[in-house]
């Protein structure tokens, strides 16, 4: 199962981006494999993390891929934008800049893979069926 969706690159496209990846829950739910409440949680915040750093960075489009791979959801997010990302230590005195580092405690981590119009950022969400 599957949903994408390609963005202007607003700040209306985080809440957007987020409903998509509700909606495709509810369709795997449709489909007789609910979504555990944290599940739900963590794959759209982790959405919104992504997309989030797409459009405060980079300019021009951004868009998202969703797949139900098993027992996870693979997120793939990508923009204009050749600047490399990098998740920046724990600091809990650090006012905001933590999306990858919370990426990387729902995922375990996260792939960048540059494209040739700028790049693309993949993580898998954990999906625990219940």
């Known amino acids: 199962m599957r949903a994408g969706e390609v963005y202007k690159g607003l700040p209306g496209d985080i809440a ?12 795997l739910g ?5 979504a555990p409440a944290d599940a739900v949680a963590n794959l759209q915040l982790v959405v919104s993390e992504l997309v989030t750093n797409a459009v405060k960075y980079a300019t021009g489009p951004c868009g998202v891929d969703l797949r139900v791979l098993g ?3 693979e997120v793939s997010v990508w923009d ?5 990302v990098a998740e920046m230590g724990p600091d809990p005195g650090r006012v905001g800049r933590h999306g990858l580092e919370i990426v ?9 893979t ?6 693309r950022i993949t993580a898998r969400v954990p999906f625990r069926r219940p």
Do not use: N, W, Y
Not at 16 to 27: C, I, T, V
Not at 30 to 34: N, Q
């Open 16 to 27: 957007a981006a987020r409903r998509l990846a509700g909606e495709l829950l509810d369709r």
């Open 30 to 34: 449709s489909a007789g494999t609910p």
């Open 71 to 73: 027992d996870a959801v």
């Open 80 to 84: 204009t934008s050749e600047q490399p």
């Open 104 to 112: 990387t405690m729902i995922c375990g981590g996260f792939d960048v």
């Open 114 to 119: 540059a494209t040739p119009t700028g790049k």
